[in-house]
């Protein structure tokens, strides 16, 4: 089993859509978590990270659940340039911060 | 942009030949760590150097090997080079001694090995 899985995707909405991603991760010693965006072909770029009191961040709201080892990542009123592979990412403490991510997630906002 | 370069941006090699990958960390980065992302893949860690010593492997074979140097920025070297090994190959830069954990990625080096 796969240390961090989501949602396989491909996800395809109309803009202005509110769409959802799922991740769950098997490792209860994982400590942060993030959501990056990759757009095709370059890097992955830090979204937000990810609290267990949950946050926002504009139309991006993100959920920890760590009883249920549970991630997530809601968009709302998507727009065309919010289409990009989302990878949901785990880490753990002390002294080797390796982050392991998801395969990611396609989402494509069609006008 | 994060600060983050690497070079080169592109590389074509022969299976059996040696790569050294380049990468410059954000200003006030000490940590650098690299990654493997396959083609329709996560990004899959390889190891990460801290104030110039590997600290953390991946599942990656010895033939992966890596320095960074007193300025922060880092090498990774691939010998022996096989057809699995085509990938993107990113770094990271990290502050570890300010207890951070996000990552910030340069562009990468795509590597095609034939």
């Known amino acids: 089993r796969k240390e961090v899985e989501q949602d396989p995707g491909p996800f395809n909405v109309p803009e202005g859509a509110t769409v959802a991603f799922n991740c769950t991760y098997s490792n209860s010693a994982s400590q942060s978590f993030f959501w990056y965006r990759q757009d095709c072909r370059k890097e992955p770029k830090l979204l937000m990270s990810?609290?267990?009191s949950g946050n926002e961040d504009g139309r991006f709201t993100a959920q920890l659940n760590r009883a249920s080892q549970y991630i997530s990542l809601l968009i709302r009123d998507s727009k065309l340039s919010d289409s990009a592979t989302y990878l949901c990412?785990?880490?753990?403490?002390?002294?080797?911060?390796?982050?392991?991510f998801g395969k990611g997630t396609l989402l494509t906002v069609n006008p | 942009e994060t600060g983050v370069t690497q070079s080169p941006t592109h590389l074509i090699k022969t299976r059996g030949q040696q790569v050294t990958l380049r990468c410059s960390s954000q200003?006030?980065?000490?940590?650098v760590s690299w990654y493997q992302q396959a083609l329709g893949q996560g990004p899959q860690f390889i190891f990460q150097y801290y104030r110039e010593e590997e600290n953390g492997r991946g599942n990656f074979p010895p033939r992966f090997s890596g320095l960074q140097f007193p300025n922060y920025s880092s090498e990774l070297n691939v010998n022996a080079l096989e057809l699995d090994d085509s990938a993107l190959y990113l770094c990271a830069s990290s502050s570890k001694d300010r207890g951070q954990h996000e990552q910030y990625f340069g562009p990468g080096t795509r590597l095609t090995v034939t």
């Open positions: 990412v785990s880490t753990r403490g002390g002294s080797n911060y390796k982050l392991t």
């Open positions: 990810v609290y267990s």
């Open positions: 200003s006030g980065h000490n940590t």
